[in-house]
């Protein structure tokens, strides 16, 4: 069976409803203040199209956590490879020396899917140097790629262990999550940001819907209210 899934045009409308407030958020804060949930919105697709696939080769008995890893190398490491290139070309030329040092070093720690942690140590997303960092953008691909070193191997174990209480274990590592991030966010609000453990539930979010273990609405009526909601 094929990893691949059919095209989905709802999804990729989704994509667009959620990157344009993040770039207007970026180009100027006022535009969208709150511009940047479109990132919240992209962990919750991510988990959603991830986890379909998982469990769907699952299902076949096709799952390979070395297939896995094989098909993010390839879908990922091409474009951010040559985001990184060009990053560095123009760093060379716009930064100061120390600016272009600290770049150097967020490069290697974005090949390294660690980037999220380096930003953290540096300083808060929010802060005015912001715009001295053209990898900063990373830091979500890092959580993204930290959550799925260990996901597919534990959604496996669910699988073949506890396939009947898979709904029941998302859901209570979600509501674990999200009890890290919302107890994290009163004293340490850059590490409820960028940490995976306080995002996790956002992907978890899309899992639950993937495994059918939210409540569904029946009729297309109650889909397209419930879609135009949110």
């Known amino acids: 069976m ?119 140590d540096l300083s808060g997303y929010f802060d005015g140097a912001a715009e001295l960092k053209p990898l900063l953008h990373t830091w979500s691909l890092a959580v993204e790629e930290q959550f799925y070193l260990a996901f597919p191997l ?5 699988w073949r262990f506890a396939p009947r209480r898979l709904g029941a274990l998302l859901w209570g590592g979600a509501l674990v999550s999200f009890a890290l991030c919302v107890a994290a966010t009163r004293n340490h609000q850059a590490a409820a940001f960028y940490l995976p453990l306080t995002r996790a539930w956002e992907l978890l979010l899309g899992a639950i819907l993937a495994a059918g273990a939210a409540p569904m609405a029946r009729s297309q009526k109650s889909r397209d209210l419930a879609s135009l909601a949110g």
């Open 154 to 158: 534990v959604l496996a174990a669910i």
């Open 2 to 120: 094929s990893h691949l899934q059919a095209y989905r045009a709802d999804i990729q409308g989704l994509r667009a409803l959620a990157v344009a407030p993040v770039v207007l958020y970026h180009v100027d804060s006022r535009a969208a203040p709150g511009g940047f949930v479109g990132v919240d919105i992209f962990f919750v697709i991510s988990g959603y199209l991830i986890t379909r696939i998982l469990l769907r080769e699952l299902a076949a008995g096709q799952f390979s956590v070395a297939g896995f890893y094989e098909r993010r190398v390839k879908r990922l490491f091409p474009a951010l490879y040559v985001m990184l290139a060009a990053t560095l070309a123009v760093g060379a030329v716009a930064l100061s020396p120390g600016d272009l040092a600290q770049l150097g070093r967020t490069a290697a720690a974005t090949v390294l899917f660690s980037s999220n942690i380096m930003f953290l």
